[in-house]
């Protein structure tokens, strides 16, 4: 049976009449008469005992019509929470960033949305490199924040950010003087490099020429822990300047361009293609996109998304 037959089923009970129904359906007697023994089949059982022109419940219908009363109601109170999901979005959104995205990026879009959408819980799933991808894909998250390019056909890609990756250095180390480096120049140095992901990747490939002649002291896996350590004197490294801005403005750091040509990083927000959104959903890519657009009114380099080519 289906939600259909059983609001047909309660007409005849409310009108006590297969006719009145009939009108009230918009349907023909005959039509909601299939429909009650559709049900009487299925159940195996009579709904009604017709006496003369009069009708009235089996013991069978008055159960069923307990029962369907339920289901209807049911179904109203799940489609009244629909509606006002749609009016006041709520629920939850799982946010896939690494480590730098969650403490740089986040939390200025997280402040925004949250100040728009208060009854939405936002969970941040912290994954690094192409794990972010991988968890769009299989909907362990909704939308992720990782670097492009990103090569997955099933995701939908929006760059909002770029950023150019510098040699990060203490305030007053000797290479803080020049305008830019080259990899011949970090021969003898002692480096601190990100354990993986996209960033040391295009870091292995400038350093590639000089790969067999450099010094790589550690590999973190923490954007903070590399920050602490050059300002301990451990090491130089590399890292976006946003995510050293702070420092940099209060003259911890130094930052130094690479050359030939500036290493660029260029986040994106992804999500799949395919995924039906609430509008929760699709007020946070709204909320993510408006950031970006303030980025390039303000003209600032403060942190937080920056359109690709500003």
Known sequence: MDLDQLHTFLEIVRLKSFSKAAQTCFRTQPAISAQVRQIEQELNCSLFERLGTRIQLTPAGK???E???????????AQDSINELERVPR???????????CIYVLPTVFSEYKKRFPNVQLLVDRSYGKHVVEAIVDNLADFGFTQLPVQERKL???????????LLLPAGH???????VRCEDMVGQTLLLPKGGATRAKVNAWLDPVSD????SMELDSTEMIKRFVLAGLGISFMAVSHFQEGLDAGQF????????PLIRRLGLVYRRDKAFSKAGLEFIQVVMDRAKQSVAQHTEEIGFHPVGS
């Open 67 to 77: 029962y369907a009363e339920q289901i209807l109601e049911l179904r109203r109170r």
């Open 156 to 166: 939908q890609v929006l760059p909002v950010h770029t950023d150019e990756i510098k």
């Open 213 to 216: 002649r450099v010094m790589i």
């Open 63 to 65: 159960i069923l019509t």
């Open 254 to 261: 130094a930052a130094v361009s690479l050359s030939p040509e």
């Open 174 to 180: 000797p290479l803080a003087r020049l305008e830019s």
């Open 91 to 101: 629920g939850e959104l799982v946010i896939a960033a690494n480590e730098a995205t």
